[in-house]
């Protein structure tokens, strides 16, 4: 159902998708990790982007359940088991990106993946920094 009044749109769903942010990063200061657009079904580009210095070697993480595992330096890793990374560098602008279509399946609706990156840094205490985890629920 979606709602035009003025000049704000409104969209209601019984399946909102979201994501939210949980879990602290790590790091001085700790790198940002934010959704592109909502997690639809059948979106063409969903995907991350992460915050971090031009020309930085990143890693994203993405996992089916989420965890608190400490791995030292004040970092703790917010990813269960298994979980797949995707690595990629930073372009000139400070942006690392990875982008992936979400299929137009109604059986998704619902469906939890969470999400956590990482930069390479030899500056930082243990030569990295880790983002919050994010919480992506696939929805209309």
């Known amino acids: 159902l979606v709602n035009a009044g003025g000049n704000v749109l409104s969209e209601w769903s019984t399946a909102a998708s979201a994501v939210t942010e949980y879990g602290v990063g790590c790091g001085a200061p ?11 079904i059948g979106a063409p580009a969903f995907g991350l982007d992460m915050l971090v210095a031009a020309g ?16 030292g330096n004040g970092c703790t890793l917010l990813l269960g088991q298994p979980a797949v990374t ?22 998704l609706r619902g469906y939890l ?20 985890g994010l919480r992506c629920t696939v929805g209309d």
């Open 30 to 40: 700790a790198p940002v990790l934010l959704a592109r657009e909502r997690p639809r």
């Open 56 to 71: 930085q070697l990143v890693v994203f993480a993405f996992a089916e359940t989420q965890a608190s595992v400490p791995v």
């Open 86 to 107: 995707v690595f990629g560098l930073a372009g000139g602008n400070g942006i690392a990106s990875v982008t992936t279509a979400i299929p137009d399946l109604v059986s």
């Open 113 to 132: 993946l969470f999400a956590q990156a990482g930069v390479l840094d030899p500056a930082s205490p243990g030569g990295f920094r880790l983002t919050p």
